[in-house]
């Protein structure tokens, strides 16, 4: 089953726009992952922030983490056309072993 | 590029055969995971070896199984195949000296089963 939601489900924007994706969570985490995914490929490791930090900055990522609404989001600035793609929060509660939950992704589409 | 690599890329097979799908982690990581994607859903967690044991599972039956070879890389099996096992495959590697948290994903193998 997927952990959390991410919202929009679909997003399309101009290069040069700002783009904002949105992901909620049910249960407690140890950390939360961002990913992208190119037409249905592997997935690229974005950003990782842990449950104990608030904001973490990646070159035009921003990420932000809110533990008590447990939700993310993550903020691409000046997008380009080649930042098109799916982009996937993942959770991880570590009960043990690590398991990434995912969430069911955003579709972006940047157009020229 | 993660230095993840999988083979086969894609795969046909029908209902009711076996498929074997193959996974080298990066280079210092000693922990893979396996992941099912179906069409527009995020990938599913289906099991995890550390140092050549399984230490995790998710919601799938026991004909997903797998291997963990002495070099850390992976097998994953999966027998009587269904139609419903149409999917991305998807491995990913992690772990290391440093205890890295983030986990690198293979390019995946498509699996049709007709």
């Known amino acids: 089953s997927q952990q959390g939601e991410e919202d929009p489900q679909a997003l399309s924007i101009q290069e040069g726009e700002n783009a904002t994706m949105n992901c909620s969570y049910k249960?407690?985490?140890?950390?939360l992952q961002w990913y992208r995914q190119n037409s249905g490929r592997g997935l690229v490791h974005l950003i990782l922030?842990?449950?104990?930090?608030r904001e973490k900055h990646s070159g035009r990522l921003r990420v932000t983490l809110d533990t008590s609404k447990k939700s993310s989001s993550l903020l691409i600035t000046a997008s380009r056309a080649a930042d098109t793609a799916s982009y996937f929060c993942?959770?991880?509660?570590?009960?043990?072993?690590?398991?990434?939950?995912f969430g069911t992704g955003t579709r972006l589409l940047v157009s020229p | 590029e993660t230095g993840v690599t999988q083979s086969p890329t894609h795969l046909i097979k029908t209902r009711g055969q076996q498929v074997t799908l193959r996974c080298s982690s990066q280079?210092?990581?000693?922990?893979v995971s396996w992941y099912q994607q179906a069409l527009g859903q995020g990938p599913q967690f289906i099991f995890q070896?550390?140092?050549?044991?399984?230490?995790g599972r998710g919601n799938f039956p026991p004909r997903f199984s797998g291997l963990q070879f002495p070099n850390y890389s992976s097998e994953l099996n999966v027998n009587a195949l269904e139609l419903d096992d149409s999917a991305l495959y998807l491995c990913?590697?992690?772990?290391?000296?440093?205890?890295?948290?983030?986990?690198?994903f293979g390019p995946g193998t498509r699996l049709t089963v007709l």
């Open positions: 922030i842990r449950s104990n930090e």
């Open positions: 990913a590697s992690s772990g290391g000296l440093a205890g890295v948290r983030e986990q690198f």
């Open positions: 993942a959770t991880d509660a570590y009960t043990g072993f690590q398991k990434l939950v």
């Open positions: 249960t407690s985490i140890n950390n």
């Open positions: 280079s210092g990581h000693n922990t």
């Open positions: 070896y550390y140092r050549e044991e399984e230490n």
